[in-house]
Nanobody
């Protein structure tokens, strides 16, 4: 059974930082490429960052490149998203899941990030 619990969101000022965490109860977590996604009000869910199963390779959406960093701990089954230089347009609910997760797959409740002065 898949369980994903995201945390760490909150209110941040433009230019500020937040650190999101995801605790993943997924079978064979260490073999899965993982990702962070986000969904802003009225928008479709978008892929923000991905990380390979070993953590050796990462990729980022152009909109967050250079500001966000994804990393993982396969011993603790966690995936973390460090977000720096936050912008108002980063406001969204953030989710973690497998890189190949679809809408029909189990998702966590997400964590709300609001960037506002």
């Amino acid at each position: 059974q898949v369980q994903l619990v995201e945390s760490g969101g909150g209110l941040a000022q433009p230019g500020g930082s937040l650190r999101l965490s995801c605790a993943a109860s997924i079978s064979l977590f260490r073999l899965l490429n993982m990702a962070w996604y986000r969904q802003a009000p009225g928008e479709e869910r978008e892929l923000v960052a991905t990380i390979t199963n070993t953590g050796e390779s990462t990729s980022y959406a152009d909109s967050v490149k250079g500001r966000f960093t994804i990393f993982r701990d396969n011993d603790k089954n966690t995936v973390t998203l460090r977000m720096n230089s936050l912008k108002r347009e980063d406001t969204a609910v953030y989710y973690c899941n497998r890189e190949t997760a679809g809408l029909a797959d189990p998702w966590g409740q997400g964590t709300q990030v609001t960037v506002s002065s």
